[in-house]
């Protein structure tokens, strides 16, 4: 098991390299100039001599050779801690405390992962902003998810072919093919429009005016009125699909020998539902918790976009737009990474729960 | 490499010779191999969802080969100042570029005549330059000059989700030709020969699914500058080089399953080369749970045209497309009609395909059944 997991992590560092790689090759080919858009964008303000923009070309390394810039980019991201002397390190919640405790007095160990060239920005700075929205919108999406589908997907099992089982069905099937783009699209004009029903806000997690001076209290309940819709629409298709997985592994579980064998010794239904089907058929929605974890920090584009948060999603879209090699190769690096460990993670689930997996030899 | 490739595509292209080979006599191989997907075909189409799926994308694709004859500003047929112009609303001739179908119709004398398509009154890129003028530039709802409403520059929505079919349609399909294609063959090879192909092979699977695809088509936007028909072209296969790691694991799995039956090991012991193994045995037997994935990968490459054309990128704003429509309807709050149409199009057609991908899976592998 343990030699598994380890042959697995090894296998992650060619991948990891693979992947960035590919970005980086991706980014290159687009062959956009990111100091030209930038200029195009008016980020840096009005117009700029020829002088500034080779200075910023300079800057970013952009009149190096692609190996160089490679190393640079990707350097960064594998040796991300660094020794920090100055009054004003970066320092994140967590790691603030970590690094008191690893330095000596005067040094902080910092995460740097290279600066945005989009605004100059550290890049844990822009990412521990857009992180924490994105990851509660898919954890209560995903919560909401599972504790509809579960039982949704149990009644449709036990109850197969009745009219109850069917309609279920046909719902959720229906919904599993409904874009959230349109959803999203439809909430927003029918719910917060203030044409039809104005129960929500348009855009935004939080209220931009009096946000800083409001209570906790006050600021949960804001947050939380702002973030109705986007929750709704990522639930939609979540559940739809975990439902029916739910049903499959229950149906699956149900045929079996040992359901049969505690019918027979005369155990109440109930009993043998929740008892002894439940636990294995939650096997496959469990283990699907692995494979959505990068979702979770990824977040998605199109709700984003719709609902004027910034996220990751949204961060990740303007990077792509400018090209911001660093950024973009951040979060690709950093979704991708969690991407691996998930399948890890949830191969690594069905061996615990399911014993008949073996991971020796040939896996 | 090249022959085995080409190999491994008709191979894909022609399932009918699966299940052949399988401890079948040859003389009587024929007949069981026109059964066994006969089977299927009778298994699926017991289903009534299948047919009602299979039902929906004739209707689909009927509408988008006959989209200019549904809706176009040009007559199908006109015959005007003793010439027949044959259908003009396919070919444009410059002589009629200038003239719509109402002008077409004021300017008639007797003896002049037309056949109009469907809804003849605005083409994709028709703007209703009336209505902009009076009411200015916003979207209009459904009225009897615009059954479904128009777009913020006055181009009517009816036609445009008519037109935008043929995008939806052709980005799926062959996204997914691309997905099948290049799954099939890496999958292939690496479920066969395993040991270290089948690691750099699995490596560049994981390689190509943490790429975004929005990222490769914005590269591909700015390397290539496709226009028109192209820019569907360049994004299907950025879906198609994203979308086929699935494809590849799913029939590697199958391989590893069926390579050491007793038939292969007997076309070994024939002197059976390897390319002609896997093409003419390996794939056949493990090829139907790809048409099952790839019925699937239809709908969802469907709905990520619709997401990217959504985001802005894509399909340039003069290409009617489904996602393109939707995206005004975000700027434009109160423009229901914008929103729901195009969506219900989208929806159809994924449910249609997930339906066809339903009763395909139930056909072909029973154990499956849900």
């Known amino acids: 098991m343990w030699q598994y997991i380890i042959r697995r992590l090894l296998l992650m560092v060619p991948t990891f390299f693979g992947i960035t790689f590919a970005c980086f090759l991706v980014l290159r080919m687009a062959d956009v100039d990111p100091v030209a858009t930038q200029m195009e964008m008016g980020l840096q303000g009005g117009q700029v001599s020829q002088e500034a923009m080779e200075h910023l070309r300079k800057l970013y390394h952009l009149d190096r050779p692609w190996y160089e810039q490679y190393a640079r980019l990707v350097g960064r991201l594998t040796v991300p801690l660094c020794m920090d002397y100055s009054e004003e390190g970066i320092s994140v919640a967590g790691w603030r405390l970590f690094s008191r405790m690893a330095c000596d007095e005067g040094a902080r160990l910092t995460l740097d992962l290279g600066t945005s060239w989009r605004d100059g920005r550290p890049i844990v700075e822009i990412v521990g902003e857009a992180l924490p929205i994105t990851v509660l919108l898919a954890t209560l999406s995903l919560l909401i998810a599972y504790f509809i589908a579960i039982p949704l997907g149990i009644y449709s099992a036990v109850r197969q072919y009745t009219v109850g089982d069917q309609i279920t069905t046909v719902i959720v099937f229906m919904l599993y093919s409904l874009p959230r783009f349109w959803i999203g699209t439809m909430l927003l004009i029918f719910f917060a429009g203030g044409h039809y029903l104005e129960w929500f806000p348009l855009q935004g997690w939080h209220s931009f005016e009096g946000f800083d001076e409001m209570s906790l209290g006050e600021r949960i309940s804001d947050v939380a009125w702002h973030i109705v819709l986007p929750v709704v629409t990522l639930t939609f298709n979540a559940f739809a699909a975990l439902s029916r997985y739910m049903r499959t592994g229950m149906l699956e579980v149900i045929r079996q020998d040992y359901i049969r064998t505690a019918r027979a010794k005369g155990l109440s239904e109930h009993m043998v539902v929740f008892k002894h089907a439940l636990r294995n058929s939650l096997i496959p929605i469990i283990t699907m918790l692995g494979l959505l974890l990068p979702f979770v920090v990824s977040g998605s584009v199109v709700v984003e976009f719709i609902f004027g948060i910034r996220g990751m999603g949204g961060v990740a879209l303007e990077a792509i737009r400018l090209p911001d090699y660093p950024l973009v190769i951040t979060i690709v690096a950093f979704v991708s990474l969690l991407t691996m460990v998930g399948i890890l993670l949830s191969d690594i689930m069905y061996g615990v729960v399911d014993p008949r997996i073996s991971y020796g030899k040939e896996q | ?370």
């Open chain 2, 1 to 370: 490499m090249a022959a085995p490739q080409r190999k491994t595509a008709s191979g894909v292209g022609s399932p009918d010779e699966a299940e052949g080979q399988v401890r079948v006599p040859p003389q009587a191989a024929r007949s069981v191999k026109r059964s066994y997907w006969r089977m299927v075909w009778q298994q699926f189409w017991r289903r009534r969802i299948s047919q009602v799926g299979l039902f929906f994308i004739g209707g689909i694709f009927i509408v988008a080969l006959s989209a200019d004859f549904l809706a176009s500003d040009k007559p199908i047929v006109l015959r005007m100042d003793g010439q027949t112009y044959l259908f003009p609303n396919l070919r444009d001739p410059a002589e009629l570029r200038m003239y719509d179908n109402h002008q077409i119709i004021d300017e008639m004398k007797p003896g002049d005549w037309a056949l109009m398509p469907l809804i003849s009154r605005w083409g994709v890129n028709n703007h209703d330059f009336v209505s902009v003028l009076a009411l200015g530039h916003h979207p209009q709802p459904p009225t009897r000059r615009h059954l479904l409403g128009t777009d913020p520059s006055g181009r009517d929505v009816m036609t445009r989700v008519i037109h935008g079919t043929r995008v939806s349609l052709a980005v799926g399909i062959l996204a997914v030709s691309i997905m099948v294609v290049v799954g099939v063959i890496l999958g292939s090879l690496a479920g066969y020969y395993g040991g270290w192909v089948d690691g750099v092979i699995m490596r560049f699977v994981e390689i190509f699914l943490c790429i975004p695809p929005l990222l490769l088509i914005v590269t591909v936007l700015a390397v290539l500058a496709p226009t028109g028909w192209w820019m569907v072209v360049a994004m299907m296969a950025c879906i198609g080089l994203t979308g086929w790691t699935n494809i590849a694991r799913l029939i590697r799995g199958e391989i590893f399953k069926v390579k050491t039956q007793e038939y292969v090991q007997a076309s070994r012991a024939l002197g059976g080369s390897d390319a002609r193994i896997i093409v003419r045995h390996v794939i056949p037997n493990s090829i139907s749970p790809v048409l099952v994935a790839a019925t699937f990968g239809i709908a969802s490459a469907i709905l990520l045209e619709g997401a990217l054309s959504f985001l802005g990128f894509g399909i340039p704003p003069d290409m009617a497309s489904w996602g393109g429509i939707l995206t005004e309807a975000r700027g434009h709050i109160p423009a229901w009609w914008l929103a729901i149409y195009p969506g219900l199009a989208i929806f159809i057609t994924v449910t249609a395909y997930n339906l066809v991908g339903e009763g395909l899976r139930d056909a072909i592998d029973p154990r499956l059944k849900t």
